[in-house]
């Protein structure tokens, strides 16, 4: 099994998940559909990459999306937050954006020429994905003195987990940090800092939230195996 397709097709699906909850309960009609084309994106690459990584085992992508415990999950603790209020959404997915900028860009030229071809296309939506996530932390931050108090908040309750994303792929950070600090330059708002950063998604310790999460998308699966229609 390949690893680095299962822990980005992790990545992709849970994060995707998350931001299907905002289906019918965005701020307005827009940015509703929005959210969920942005989630049907992650989706469409966790599809992508957990059939690779069951190829060789004889599986399929939908034993590894719904009948793994949450133990067997390896996906990044960032992508596993609860979406909080929409300025939290936002924090959590412009921190993930920026850093899948780098991550597809980088894995466009992997030696695993499903990997390379996937990375090609998820580059492509990363940079739509990026555009959206950084013009609201722009719009909050720079907004009223709510939405900036908000945005301000969302963005120091995620960022302990910043660390983590670039365990595996130290050199992506320098780019990374220029992505995220230009645009928080232009939101006028304070880089956040955390010292007690959180790690271990990879290997399977994951915070409280994902198993409440799995249990949620998971359920019709384990409900009625090998169903189909």
């Not at 992508?79 to 993930?96: H, K, M, S, V, Y």
């Not at 296309?121 to 950084?134: D, G, I, Q, T, V």
Request: proline fraction near 3%; hydrophobic fraction near 40%; glycine fraction near 8%.
């Amino acid at each position: 099994m390949s690893t680095e397709a299962l822990n980005h097709g992790d990545d992709n699906l849970v994060i995707a998940q998350r931001l299907a909850e905002w289906v019918s309960r965005g701020p307005d009609l827009e940015t509703d559909i929005a959210l969920g084309n942005i989630a049907l994106d992650h989706l469409g690459v966790a599809r992508a990459l957990l059939s690779h990584a069951s190829e060789n085992d004889g599986g399929h992508e939908d034993d590894l999306a719904m009948l793994r415990s949450e133990r067997e999950f390896t996906n990044l603790l960032l992508c596993e937050q609860p979406n909080g209020d929409f300025a939290q959404t936002i924090a959590r997915q412009f921190l993930f954006d920026a850093y899948q900028l780098g991550l597809w860009d980088s894995l466009s030229k992997d030696t695993d020429v499903t990997i390379a071809g996937v990375a090609a296309k998820a580059l492509l939506e990363a940079r739509y994905h990026f555009r959206f996530s950084s013009s609201w932390v722009i719009r909050l931050g720079d907004g009223t003195a709510v939405s900036r108090r908000r945005m301000e908040a969302g963005l120091s309750q995620v960022w302990r987990f910043v660390d983590e994303l670039f365990e595996q792929y130290p050199d992506l950070r320098p780019a990374w940090d220029r992505r995220v600090d230009d645009v928080l330059t232009e939101a006028t708002l304070i880089r956040p800092t955390d010292p007690f950063q959180r790690r271990g998604g990879r290997d399977g310790f994951h915070t409280e939230h994902l198993g409440h999460l799995l249990a949620e998308m998971q359920s019709t699966a384990r409900a009625h195996p090998g169903v189909s229609w």
